[in-house]
């Protein structure tokens, strides 16, 4: 039977791929986009975009250094992680490597990727309008939404 257990920080995180996992992204159509979606960002938060004096949530593990690995080899599109809770944009190769904004707490947004044969784009969508009540906002955090050209973005395949 399945045994749940918490997840407890001393535990550390580990990126990994199982050999199936492997399988399934070395087998069938290699010319077709590819999406890695991961619970750790690849990149930190960089100080030009939150105007501290440093860059915070930088990557522990070995978790950038591993991410590029699947991007050498698997070459996608697109990185999806979440776990900072904010939005971020790195260009790694020729991999948009995306961290995103909390779709359950303030501000309250998700992503809407398209990914055509001839172009690929990301859309940031505010859910704020559709909730029953009014979040409220730190305007100290505002950077954890990052510039528009984080929020939205459009290149071609």
Partial sequence: GHKSREWRSADGQIIHLSEV???????????????????CQLRPARKEQTGLNNDILIPENNFAAIGDGLISEFDPVLTLSGHIHMNLLDKIS?????????????????????????????????????LAFTPQYREENRYVQGSEAIRHFETVL
């Fill in 21 to 39: 996992q492997y399988e399934l992204l070395r087998s069938g159509e290699q010319n077709l986009p590819r999406v890695l979606v991961m619970h």
């Fill in 94 to 130: 020729n991999t948009f490597a995306v961290a995103v904004s909390s779709t359950a707490e303030t501000p309250f947004e998700c992503k809407v990727v398209e990914i055509l044969p001839e172009k690929f784009s990301m859309q940031t969508v505010s859910l704020a309008p559709e």
